[in-house]
T-cell receptor
Framework: GNSVTQMEGPVTLSEEAFLTINCTYT??????LFWYVQYPGEGLQLLLK?????DKGSNKGFEATYRKETTSFHLEKGSVQVSDSAVYFC????????????FGKGTLLTVNP | NAGVTQTPKFQVLKTGQSMTLQCAQD?????MYWYRQDPGMGLRLIYY???????DKGEVPNGYNVSRLNKREFSLRLESAAPSQTSVYFC???????????????FGEGSRLTVL
């Protein structure tokens, strides 16, 4: 079946540091890949997405590239801010008509001033 | 826009009590979902409704029932609550038609349930 593995947290960084959160996946077919973000006390929001190999999703300074050869979709940001403190979830759909999302366990990011 | 609205936001139950979590979306989405979020477990799908009139089990359906009342509303019922059902519950919806990207979900703010 489909599965998503994220790096274990929590991750603590200083403001303006470089961020990488690793994500690898197992899926049949041609999945679409997503990063969702959950700010404290809120529901999840879509951060970025990629639908095919070598696509790069980007939003709010975050980027992730769909790497089929390594089955990875690592999240990166060049300079994090305190407001980026949140839980980040990597997720995928199984492709085709399968609209269900499979989530990773989430990575808590704390950015200190 | 209200988006996805869940009620109640907080609830405390005793073991064996029943309750229903309500969810409504105003985006004319076809599909709706119920997830639970537990520490270290991420989000796990309980039930989903691909379209009005259909419901299917997800990863952890035991102890729950759902009703897709109409296109807007999707409720989750706990018939006899157990402490293992203490969790944060999220409702979500997605378009899944008209060129919308599968997997692009819109979430409610969550309902925190404690079962004593």
């Amino acid at each position: 079946g489909n599965s998503v593995t994220q790096m274990e947290g929590p991750v603590t960084l200083s403001e303006e540091a470089f961020l990488t959160i690793n994500c690898t996946y197992t899926a049949t077919g041609y999945p679409s890949l997503f990063w969702y973000v959950q700010y404290p006390g809120e529901g999840l929001q879509l951060l970025l997405k990629a639908t095919k190999a070598d696509d790069k999703g980007s939003n709010k300074g975050f980027e992730a590239t769909y790497r089929k050869e390594t089955t990875s979709f690592h999240l990166e940001k060049g300079s994090v801010q305190v407001s980026d403190s949140a839980v980040y979830f990597c997720a995928l759909t199984g492709g085709g008509s399968n609209y269900k999302l499979t989530f990773g366990k989430g990575t808590l990011l704390t950015v200190n001033p | 826009n209200a988006g996805v609205t869940q009620t109640p936001k907080f609830q405390v139950l005793k073991t064996g009590q029943s309750m229903t979590l309500q969810c409504a979306q105003d985006m004319n989405h076809n599909s709706m979902y119920w997830y639970r979020q537990d520490p270290g477990m991420g989000l796990r799908l309980i039930y989903y409704s691909a379209s009005e009139g259909t419901t299917d089990k997800g990863e952890v359906p035991n102890g729950y029932n759902v009703s897709r009342l109409n296109k807007r509303e999707f409720s989750l019922r706990l018939e006899s609550a157990a402490p293992s059902q203490t969790s944060v519950y999220f409702c979500a919806s997605s378009a899944n038609s008209g060129g919308a990207l599968p997997g692009e979900l819109f979430f409610g703010e969550g309902s925190r349930l404690t079962v004593l």
